[in-house]
């Protein structure tokens, strides 16, 4: 992980040296604070305690703890000689110390803190809750830090995100536009509690600003040709070690690999589906025929194949609550996205609730 080992500022009054912690529990904020520190060193030495004993210490580690900005930099140092290792264990403490430092004390690690929040959601071992505990204390940081609301939501610098902030504009700094979107993130189901969308209805209310945000968010995430490309990598393929280099002759040659390089999927994050998803309910909000073709055509885009021949959706999670939004909504237009979409879709679950979406559709629309 040492690529971005140079985004690391630089210690400010010398080396952190953690020293040895037998006791447990740790008794005290200082002792807490000596603790972390060495288990975070075994990733050093490949001697790290076990997860569940990580997961024990960070859930003692209260606000009262003493950290020091070197900490901090000595914590992502270790993790950028190392590895995020075993369900982010890697990624735990420069988290807790980076979300509880004061905002004073954060100067200059922004670009740091986006380095490890990319690398978390780039890692297939770190998935479900853990993933989204560690980079929610990033992203955390990273707004008392720079004082961006919607960043931390709309993260990334290619795809979906980028696209969605440069469609909000000025309005990304609008804390009722932040309100409406951390609100869509916490809905954790198709369809919403009566309570959840209460809350919408009143954020709604209170913000027409925000509700134009809503619309040209779901607009972005239906503009996919606009999206920003990662940059392709511009590093050429490492040749194959032909040792001994003195007789090249003596053993055969690897062969390169004659499989083409994975074309990078800039389809939508799981955090960016969640995000959708609320999203669409919000919108739904909104009775009018315009919000129920603009619904329509997000409930298609992601209910439609990843990529050509593959059975997963765009975004399985913004197809199911779309799809349970239209059911419920009056015209002609949810009759035909539901055909449509029943015949385009190559997902299972997506495919069963379409189906059973038309079925419950009123007569009046068959």
Same mark, same amino acid.
Request: no cysteine; aromatic share 2%; net charge positive.
């Given at each position: 992980m040492s690529g971005w080992l140079h985004l690391v500022p630089e210690m400010s009054s010398g080396a952190v040296d953690p020293v040895p912690v037998e006791s447990w529990p740790p008794q005290g904020p200082q002792h807490q604070r000596l603790t972390a520190l060495y288990w975070h060193a075994g990733l050093l030495t490949d001697q790290r305690p076990a997860y569940h004993g990580t997961a024990e210490l960070y859930a003692l580690t209260a606000e009262s703890v003493p950290w020091h900005r070197d900490d901090l930099v000595w914590a992502l140092q270790v993790l950028a000689r190392q590895r995020i290792g075993v369900y982010g264990a890697g990624c735990e403490l420069p988290g807790v110390i980076a979300s509880q430092l004061p905002v004073e004390e954060l100067a200059g690690f922004e670009p740091v803190l986006w380095a490890v929040h990319d690398a978390i959601l780039d890692d297939r071992e770190v998935f479900g809750a853990k993933r989204r505990e560690l980079v929610g204390r990033l992203r955390t940081a990273i707004r008392r830090l720079s004082g961006d609301l919607v960043t931390p939501l709309l993260f990334g610098r290619e795809g979906f995100g980028p696209a969605a902030r440069r469609l909000l504009g000025d309005r990304g700094a609008d804390p009722a536009t932040?309100?409406? &979107?951390?609100? +869509?993130?916490? #809905?954790?189901?198709?369809? @919403?509690?009566?309570?959840? &969308?209460?809350? +919408?209805?009143? #954020?709604?209310?209170?913000? @027409?600003?925000?509700?134009?945000?809503?619309?040209?968010?779901?607009a972005a995430f239906l503009d996919h040709d606009a999206w920003p490309q990662e940059e392709p990598d511009t590093w050429p393929r490492e040749e194959p070690d032909t040792w001994p280099r003195e007789e090249p002759d003596a053993l055969p040659r690897e062969e390169p690999d004659a499989l083409p390089r994975e074309e990078p999927d800039v389809w939508l994050r799981e955090e960016h589906d969640v995000l959708v998803r609320g999203l669409c309910w919000i919108h739904a909000l909104d009775g009018s025929p315009e919000a129920t073709a603009l619904l329509g055509r997000v409930a298609e885009v992601a209910g439609a194949p990843r990529r050509p021949g593959a059975n997963e959706p765009r975004a399985g999670r913004t197809a199911a609550a779309a799809v349970e939004i239209l059911v419920d909504r009056p015209g002609a237009v949810p009759a035909g996205v539901l055909a449509r979409l029943a015949l385009s879709t190559r997902s299972k679950p997506v495919q069963n609730r379409v189906q059973q979406a038309l079925k419950r559709l009123p007569a009046t629309h068959s």
């Open positions: 932040s309100e409406v &979107l951390e609100h +869509a993130v916490t #809905l954790t189901r198709p369809v @919403p509690s009566k309570a959840w &969308l209460r809350r +919408a209805e009143a #954020l709604r209310a209170a913000s @027409p600003m925000a509700t134009g945000a809503v619309r040209d968010v779901l």
